[in-house]
């Protein structure tokens, strides 16, 4: 089995019918993922790509 090594983990909460969201633990606030950015994890997992925990607002 082959995996995509850019595909993102999307880790989320709820959806808003548009599109799934997720609530950031700095203000508490359920968010759409795109108000979230990405983040590589090199050195732990070898080329994977998360969701940044944090929202945009408050990074």
Known sequence: MTT???RPI???HGYNGSE???ICP???KEKPLSEFGFRKMEKSEKGLIR???WCKDCR
Do not use: A, E
């Open 20 to 22: 799934p969201t997720r």
């Open 4 to 6: 995509n090594k850019n």
């Open 26 to 28: 700095h203000c508490g």
């Open 51 to 53: 969701n940044q925990s």
């Open 10 to 12: 999307i880790q989320s």
